[in-house]
């Protein structure tokens, strides 16, 4: 079946532009996770979903970050205010059900580049 | 919070050697472990993981891991590697600590090189 989809998968914007990345998970997965990968920090977990709720937000790096979701399913991460330091790959994976006890199923990322 | 070290950041072998990449983290209770892969040009994928029983676990592509629970590690090997073997290799830990702390903390990274 189709897997963990992002979108886009490149974006360069301008310092201080607010940018959106979009998550679809795997469909009936109910857990859905925010990572970013930049070549100084390694892999960071930023905030994870469990339906439409988020019970750890404590990876965000900033108040300038945001993530929603939807209907148990799209996500969507907002960088408000973009800063150089945030240029990273963003991805996005889903899970049948918590950390825990299920693997994860990562998407291909954003790649966001802030000029 | 628990924290990942992989101690090779880079490792070169030739084609047909044995593996072993380093995983220890640090956490005194009970956590789930895993090994991604992340070839070039390709997202992140599950080599294996360890939630309980067996301690030694069998993944995909005929690596293994070990985990052992008194030296906080949970090493990754191959007992021989194949040019395709080429890709980026991460450990990953998640701690059964409730409360929603569900996301995955990873170490850095380690590139491994297959020569021909």
């Known amino acids: 079946g189709a897997g963990v989809s992002q979108s886009p998968s490149n974006k360069v914007t301008e310092k201080g532009k607010d940018v959106e990345l979009r998550c679809d998970p795997i469909?009936?997965?109910?857990?859905l996770y925010w990572y970013r990968q930049s070549l100084g920090q390694g892999l960071e977990f930023l905030i994870y979903?469990?339906?439409?709720?988020?019970?750890?937000k404590s990876g965000l790096p900033s108040d300038r970050f945001s993530a929603e979701r939807t209907g148990g399913s799209v996500s969507t991460l907002t960088i408000q205010r973009t800063q150089q330091e945030d240029s990273a790959v963003y991805l996005c994976?889903?899970?049948?059900?918590?950390?825990?006890?299920?693997?994860?199923?990562f998407g291909p990322g954003t790649r966001l580049t802030v000029t | 919070a628990q924290s990942v070290s992989q101690h090779n950041h880079h490792v070169i072998l030739s084609e047909a050697a044995s593996l072993e990449l380093g995983c220890n983290y640090s956490?005194?209770?009970?956590?789930?472990l895993f090994w991604y892969v992340q070839y070039p040009g390709q997202h992140l994928q599950l080599l294996l993981k360890?939630?309980?029983?067996?301690?030694l676990v069998k993944g995909i592509k005929g690596f293994e891991a070990e985990f052992i629970k008194s030296k906080f590690s949970f090493n990754l090997r191959k007992p021989s590697v194949q040019w395709s073997d080429t890709a980026e290799y991460f450990c990953?830990?998640?701690?059964?600590?409730?409360?929603?702390?569900?996301?995955?903390?990873f170490g850095k990274g380690t590139h491994l090189i297959i020569q021909p």
């Open positions: 469909s009936g997965h109910t857990a």
């Open positions: 979903f469990q339906g439409n709720s988020a019970p750890d």
């Open positions: 956490y005194g209770g009970t956590v789930n």
């Open positions: 360890y939630f309980s029983g067996d301690p």
């Open positions: 994976a889903s899970s049948s059900g918590p950390a825990r006890s299920y693997e994860q199923y």
């Open positions: 990953a830990v998640n701690a059964d600590v409730g409360g929603g702390a569900d996301g995955l903390t």
